[in-house]
């Protein structure tokens, strides 16, 4: 069973709006999230994370927000450039632990 | 450094033939771990290696075995392959704090025919 969801497999947005990929988990016990980012033929590569302790957490034109009581993280790219354009996943883990959970990925495109 | 190095990077098998998946890390850290990829599945953990000398199971284990040969290396091991363990397969490592993301080698795409 897929206990972390990412709902949209697409989305396509302007160069210089706002990126809004989100991401859906039935496990309450998770209590970290990561978010990676995936370029073709090449492996993910993390780009910012956020524990349970926190509802926001931000790095540059990312951020991240977490709301607990509906099991949703949102990652919001603020303005989205044509080099965001790759595959964003979401990752959930329970205290940090080795067992991370992955949802299958939204490919964002960012259109100059 | 070259971070996570897997090997080959691709890899075309006929069902029934074993393989070995090959991955070194150059970062010092302890925990490694084997993923495949799945279109619509995302990331899929098959096994980990806590530490020199341990293994463990991670969601999907089944027809996989894996060798934690040295603090360096951790293998992947198909021994007789089938068509559904056509995927990608990602070696990725990380630092012994919980708070410490993944490192992902550049992945094997494997065919079984």
């Known amino acids: 069973d897929q206990q972390v969801k990412q709902n949209s497999p697409s989305l396509s947005v302007q160069e210089g709006r706002i990126s809004i990929l989100n991401c859906d988990y039935t496990n309450s016990m998770f209590d970290y999230f990561l978010w990676y980012k995936k370029y073709p033929a090449e492996g993910p590569t993390f780009l910012i994370s956020i524990s349970s302790i926190k509802d926001k957490n931000e790095d540059g034109r990312f951020t991240v927000f977490l709301n607990k009581s509906a099991k949703h993280l949102s990652l919001h790219i603020v303005p989205s450039q044509p080099g965001d354009s790759a595959v964003y996943f979401c990752a959930a883990s329970v205290g940090g632990g080795d067992d991370m959970r992955f949802g299958a990925g939204t490919r964002l495109t960012v259109k100059p | 450094n070259a971070g996570v190095t897997q090997t080959p990077k691709f890899q075309v098998l006929k069902t029934g033939q074993s393989m070995t998946l090959q991955c070194a890390q150059d970062m010092n850290h302890n925990s490694m771990y084997w993923y495949r990829q799945d279109p619509g599945m995302g990331l899929r953990l098959i096994y980990y290696?806590?530490?020199?000398?341990?293994?463990d199971k991670g969601e999907v284990p089944n027809g996989y075995n894996v060798s934690r040969l040295n603090k360096r290396e951790f293998s992947l091991r198909l021994e007789s392959a089938a068509p559904s363990q056509t995927s990608v397969y990602f070696c990725?490592?990380?630092?012994?704090?919980?708070?410490?993301?993944?490192?992902f080698g550049n992945g094997t795409r494997l065919t079984v025919t």
């Open positions: 990725a490592s990380r630092r012994d704090r919980v708070d410490s993301p993944l490192h």
């Open positions: 290696s806590a530490s020199e000398g341990t293994t």
